[in-house]
């Protein structure tokens, strides 16, 4: 199985800050790729696909990037409704596995 | 509009089946490459996906659970349903079911999880 690595478990941020989390899986993934973000209580939302593929009604502000088996998303400008969990979803290869998380929370 | 909702028992004893349903709109398991998968998430930990079906019949498994899952589905009421047996309290967990689209290999949408806690 594909190991997802996502690194730090926690952040903690201030609004409007620029904020980057990792994610690194244990063989290629090529750019099958996928993030989601998990409020308190609410199911997972799509975030971004393919790495870097933007979904329709996201905010602009969130962006992902990288291939193979490195890979980050990026916030620009964090808001207090992005305080959430995130994680990243590997399709490449069955089955399916997950990062263990990152936790955003105010600083 | 999609949306999926699942229905689950609440609560079952060690060693009992489990049968969950997910009921969806806006689209069908008939149409050529749609998908609904099962993704499970115990309190306060990560996501674990679970099994996927296929508007074909095709169905896949993940092998950590594969002799205990059974993933089917009912195209005509637009359902389908995830059967997990000889339960224990390590399948206490939230349960979702998502779309799936074929060659796309991410889930876009989810449903609300139904809660399935498993004590004696």
């Known amino acids: 199985d594909v190991v997802l690595t996502q690194s730090p478990a926690t952040l903690s941020v201030t609004p409007g800050e620029r904020i980057s989390l990792s994610c690194r899986a244990s063989?290629?993934?090529?750019?099958?790729l996928h993030w989601y973000q998990q409020k308190p209580n609410e199911s997972p939302r799509l975030l971004i696909k393919?790495?870097?593929q933007s979904i329709s009604g996201i905010p602009s502000r969130f962006s992902g990037s990288g291939s193979g088996t490195d890979f980050t998303l990026s916030i620009n400008g964090v808001e207090l409704e992005d305080l959430s969990i995130y994680y990243c979803?590997?399709?490449?290869?069955?089955?399916?596995?997950f990062g263990a998380g990152t936790k955003l929370e105010l600083k | 509009q999609v949306t999926l909702k699942e229905s689950g028992p609440g609560i079952l004893q060690p060693s009992q089946t489990l049968s969950l349903t997910c009921t969806f709109s806006?689209?069908?398991?008939?149409?050529?490459?749609?998908?609904v998968g099962w993704i499970r998430q115990p309190s306060g930990k990560g996501l674990e996906w679970l099994a996927n079906?296929?508007?074909?019949?095709?169905?896949y498994y993940n092998p950590s659970l594969k002799n205990r899952l059974t993933i089917s589905k009912d195209t005509s009421n637009n359902q389908a349903f995830l059967k997990i047996t000889n339960v224990d309290t390590a399948d206490t967990a939230t349960y979702y079911c998502?779309?799936?689209?074929?060659?796309?290999?991410?889930?876009?949408?989810w449903g609300q999880g139904v809660m399935v806690t498993v004590s004696s």
């Open positions: 998502a779309r799936i689209e074929a060659w796309e290999y991410y889930f876009d949408y």
């Open positions: 806006g689209f069908s398991l008939s149409t050529y490459g749609m998908g």
């Open positions: 079906i296929w508007w074909d019949d095709d169905k």
């Open positions: 063989e290629s993934v090529d750019t099958y």
């Open positions: 393919y790495a870097s």
């Open positions: 979803q590997q399709g490449n290869s069955l089955p399916y596995t």
